[in-house]
């Protein structure tokens, strides 16, 4: 299988156990049962990240400021979303995002996603994950790369996501070697479209290739006819109980 490249060590080894990380929920008034679940004591949740309105909005909204609120009373970190475009938006309109998010919804942190991941493009993301650092001191970073980035970019970011895509790709995915150098907690992977049936198989993908906050899901991108491609991490998955319950209790060898 390709994605068996190496042999990586595990939770009881590095102390760290495997959890869940949360790319996006749709709007509170849109998806209150979703918020409610994700509040749920004992769920094994690293992260949940709040996306108002392709960022923090213009102005706050006391609907996401109350479920933020919620799921940092229950001791989960929340992240807000900022939108990098792969490089395409200025440092000023990240710091802007960062600014609301941190004043409007007292975030624990930040998903800078779409995230540019060439060498060319490292000292423009180092600058504004400093930049974030000192708008919150103890900011939990995470660079959605969605694909394995230069090596650098792992000095400058608490995690990187290093795979964001559908089971169809996930399942024959392999693994870039400069990341046996740092432990799970370092390295995200978020999938999509991924069956029940194949649940446990992803998990241990997940384990093998050393990353430690993970987040799979049976809804897919797809869109309908000529539509515009649908956001899979709006909503829960199906199997949301059934792979809180995996992970919560160990993913097995």
């Given amino acids: 299988m390709p994605y068996?490249?190496?042999?990586r060590q595990g939770p009881t080894a590095t102390g760290f156990g495997t959890g869940l990380g949360v790319p996006g929920v749709a709007h509170p008034l849109l998806a209150p049962d979703e918020w409610n679940r994700l509040g749920r004591p004992g769920t094994p949740l690293h992260w949940v990240v709040l996306d108002v309105a392709d960022g923090p909005g213009?102005?706050?909204?006391?609907?996401?400021?109350?479920?933020?609120?919620r799921l940092r009373n229950a001791g989960v970190r929340v992240l807000g979303r900022i939108d990098a475009?792969?490089?395409l938006r200025g440092f000023g309109e990240i710091v802007s995002d960062a600014h609301r998010f941190h004043d409007w919804y007292r975030v624990d942190g930040f998903l800078l996603d779409r995230c540019p991941a060439g060498r060319e493009d490292l000292p423009e993301v180092r600058r504004s994950v400093a930049t974030l650092?000192?708008?919150h001191e103890d900011a939990h970073v995470?660079?959605?790369h969605g694909t394995h980035p230069y090596p650098g970019y792992a000095e400058h970011a608490d995690q990187?996501?290093?795979f964001s895509g559908p089971w169809s790709d996930y399942r024959w995915s392999q693994v870039a070697e400069w990341t046996a150098d740092h432990p799970p907690e370092r390295f995200c992977h978020f999938v999509h479209g991924v069956p029940r049936p194949h649940l446990e198989e992803a998990l241990r993908i997940a384990r093998w290739q050393g990353a430690g906050t993970i987040y799979f899901t049976d809804h897919s991108d797809r869109g309908s006819g000529r539509a515009a491609p649908a956001d899979p991490w709006g909503a829960l998955p199906g199997y949301w109980d059934d792979i809180v319950s995996r992970v919560g209790t160990g993913v097995s060898e």
Avoid: F, K, N, S
């Fill in 142 to 144: 995470v660079l959605g």
């Fill in 4 to 7: 068996l490249t190496r042999t």
């Fill in 85 to 87: 475009a792969y490089g």
């Fill in 133 to 135: 650092r000192v708008i």
């Fill in 160 to 162: 990187l996501v290093t």
């Fill in 58 to 69: 213009v102005q706050p909204d006391p609907h996401c400021l109350e479920a933020a609120g």
